[in-house]
């Protein structure tokens, strides 16, 4: 058999160290975004979910304390603060009213 010239395995061994560099560089670049993602992912479907807690947990409070007339206004009050679409949803303060009757 044919021994590879000294020169050549010392090539061959660079070549080898880059490949595996690039692998690595590569796998970080892909766990990076991965984790980017997954954070983007979950900020989108959890956020509108507390926000939502957060709007019913408060008028729980107000009508326990001062009324459902009380609620209604505060409520209006975070319907006309935030944008259209990011207010509670009528089921979650649905079912946060029916406790009171």
Do not use: C, N
């Not at 954070?39 to 979910?49: E, F, G, I, K, Y």
């Not at 408060?58 to 207010?87: C, M, N, W």
Request: charged share 25%; proline share 6%; net charge positive.
């Amino acid at each position: 058999m044919r021994r590879p010239h000294p020169s050549r395995k010392h090539e061959d061994e660079s070549m080898t160290t880059r490949r595996r560099s690039a692998l690595r560089l590569a796998l970080v670049g892909l766990t990076v975004t991965l984790y980017a993602g997954i954070h983007a992912a979950s900020m989108v479907a959890w956020l509108p979910r507390l926000e939502a807690a957060y709007v019913a947990a408060s008028l729980s409070g107000t009508i326990a304390s001062r009324g459902i007339e009380e609620a209604v206004k505060q409520y209006q009050r975070f319907k006309l603060a935030e944008a259209p679409d990011r207010h509670a949803p009528e089921p979650v303060l649905s079912a946060r009213g029916s406790l009171y009757e």
